[in-house]
C-alpha cells in the first residue's frame, strides 16, 4: 500500500516539477523534430517552444501539457552554429 502512495506522489511531483520537459516532449512530438533540438521559454501566460524552424506556445495545467496557439514559423532560430568539423561539403576534420 505505501509503495503504490509512493509511486503516485512521486508521478504527481515529477509531472508537476518539470513542466518545461513536458513541453519539450510535446513540441518534439507536434514538430516532428528531436527533443534536443528544442528551446523551451517560459511566459507569464505558458510556455513558447521553438525547434526545427517552429514554434507554439502551450499551457500546462494538472500535469498535462496542451498547445495554445497553431504551430507557426519561427519568428527566431535559436539553433546553436554548426561546430567546424560539420561544415557542409567537408570532411569529418573540415578539410576538403
Known sequence: MRAAVFAAALALLVGCTFPGMQ???????????????????ELPSGYLARGCRKEAEYLVRDG???????????AVDERPPL?????????????D
Do not use: K, M, Q, Y
Open 23 to 41: 513541453v519539450r516532449t510535446r513540441a518534439a512530438n507536434d514538430f516532428g523534430c528531436p527533443e534536443d533540438e528544442i528551446v523551451v521559454h
Open 83 to 95: 561546430p567546424i568539423d560539420r561544415i557542409p561539403n567537408t570532411n569529418s576534420i573540415g578539410l
Open 64 to 74: 498535462r501539457v496542451t498547445r495554445n496557439s497553431e504551430i507557426a514559423e519561427a
